[in-house]
């Protein structure tokens, strides 16, 4: 089974090849593209002993000369001291402005790894091997690349387009469920803003909370669409000016739940998904979609394992007031993607603070 | 006197303005394109001390929020540390995707800064207020933005165009002799590679070594038509694939022989002085050119003040070597640019080494 999903940017068009087993076929994915012969893979030391040596193996059948450089694993290592090592390498190694960084692991090492693309050599070539769920729904299309600056996330990157994505859904098997349902979150967020359906096959499916409950063929179907719904979104508005902007469904009061519980008790597709449940209910609440809708996502964010109510712990004035501090506040109001039906959002930020309150509230487990 | 240069490139166009004593009218010169309040002035506390005071009035007087931050003067400091620097001001001062970071110097600062802002919540608005001849006629068009790797110059950085780059000639008057001396290297240049009619207008001066030898119209006219040069060459070839390579015309050379005296001994502008002398005689040797034409370049050359020998220090057969490990060359072949005409270049890869060493030898002091 296998997809192929182009990007039709004007400047920098680019595939995204969804195929199961494609890791042990890099080489042969990447050699059309007809790209220098030095390739610099940057991974992690545990993704590396996992897969590295199918993706070696595939590079130098195919005739490039790989050189490794490893990151350590985790959103910490998302820095400047991270590039600055790339560039290292980059330099003691002698890689060219014909030659090509692969990113082999999650949106953290190919947040970074197309950082250093960008930059190194004023931008050399770059390719996306995307090895969580999240990353190959997500974090791998759209360009978006960088790191973090130590009093904020993703303040520091570029655009950067890839030239080529390559998704092997079959690596997702060694992926920690958490992690898994993380990327669901994501997935779901398409079936609503997006694509109903895609959204209608993830309902119909029996089980969809774990790597092994999923068909071969509706994982390759899950993926493929997100991708496309991401595509689709990024290719109509590439820097970010408005359309873009829907991405962001369930993520207003997910990023305020996140900061809130410290980045930790509670991680990004969970805070997502809560955050989905609490815009379903305030959309619910304004009459722009049905309840029997809400009700619909919410059972589909169930099936999925991810939660669907907010820690007690948390106040829900302090959420309310987190929201104000977010950078999607233009003027002092706060921007809320809300559905209208399955498959579709409005922006808007005619949200009264309190219905807000009130719907963090009545989510308080 | 002034002039409007407007730069087509097709995804970001944006005017070089060119007049006398327009610093004190940069805020005014910013208003009509409509950025945010916001705007991070970057300068070297020496420049700053000279004209910092006229900007920022300027500034607030059209209505920005100003905020400082200085690199100390030198290349020495044009590394990821000073980027790093600017971010924590960015950060500290909350500055916005519709902020702007304004450069106040020569090219060290102007790449600087115009790294930062390419990557500073990837992509904040940039503005050019060039203070060298060099960074006017040169570092502050076409979009190079960067830093140096300890192990090479301008290893890191990005494409990244500004929004206006804003020229006052008037503040050359306090630029020393040397540096003015280094960007009329570049002006000549541009007279040889790409505009006859500039290189018979510096011909026609009598005196050019210095700013005061030079009538406010000519120079002006100077400044306005290198402008042109690159800015034509650059939008031609906005990434550098091809044409954009008539640029280093006396480079290939003069880098060698920058790198070979450790940067210090003979500055870039000396040095593509010198390169030109060097590829001006490779063109008479291969009859591309009449020795006539190589006769008038060479004066000119030495009218400005800069060198047309090569100190007999260095070893001619090490030159020789040095070109071979430059990036410019491509498969072993060292690439020159050589004219055929004043006014007009052509790239090649074929000259032999034998001839080279000729020249350099001949050109021994
Ligand atoms: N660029 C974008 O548009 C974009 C979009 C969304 C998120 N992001 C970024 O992505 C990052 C989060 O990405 P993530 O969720 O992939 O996290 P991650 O990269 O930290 O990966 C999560 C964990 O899974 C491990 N892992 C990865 N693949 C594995 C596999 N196949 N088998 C076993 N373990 C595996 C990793 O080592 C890591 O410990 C954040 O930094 C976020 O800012 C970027
Ligand atoms: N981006 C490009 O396309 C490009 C092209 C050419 C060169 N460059 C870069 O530009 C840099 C060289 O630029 P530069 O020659 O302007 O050097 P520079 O920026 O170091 O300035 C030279 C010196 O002049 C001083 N100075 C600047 N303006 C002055 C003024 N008006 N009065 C008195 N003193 C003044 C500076 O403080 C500095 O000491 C190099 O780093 C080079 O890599 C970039
Ligand atoms: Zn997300
Ligand atoms: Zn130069």
New interface residues.
Partial sequence: MSSIIPVKLP?NPYNIAIASNSLAQLGAHISPLNLGKKVLLVSSPEIFDIYGEMAINSLKQAGFEVINHFIPAGETYKN?DSI?QI?DT???QRLERSSTFIALGGGVIGDMTG?AA??????VNFIQVPTTLLAMVDASIGG?T?VN?P??KN?????YQPRLVLIDPSVLKTLPVREFRAGMAEVIKYGIIWDGDLFTQLEAAEKLADFSDISETLLQIIITRSCQAKADVVSKDE?ESNLRAILNYGHTIGHAIESLTGYSLINHGEAVAIGMVAAGKIATKLNLWPSEAEIRQNNLIQKTGLPTTIPSSINSSEIVDALKIDKKVKSGKVRFILPTQIGQVIITDEVPSELIFNVVEELKR
Avoid: E, M, S
């Fill in positions: 400047q400047l600055a560039y980059a330099v003691a950082f960008a930059t190194w050599l004023r931008g978006k960088g600056h009093q904020g303040l520091i990157g570029a655009f820097k």
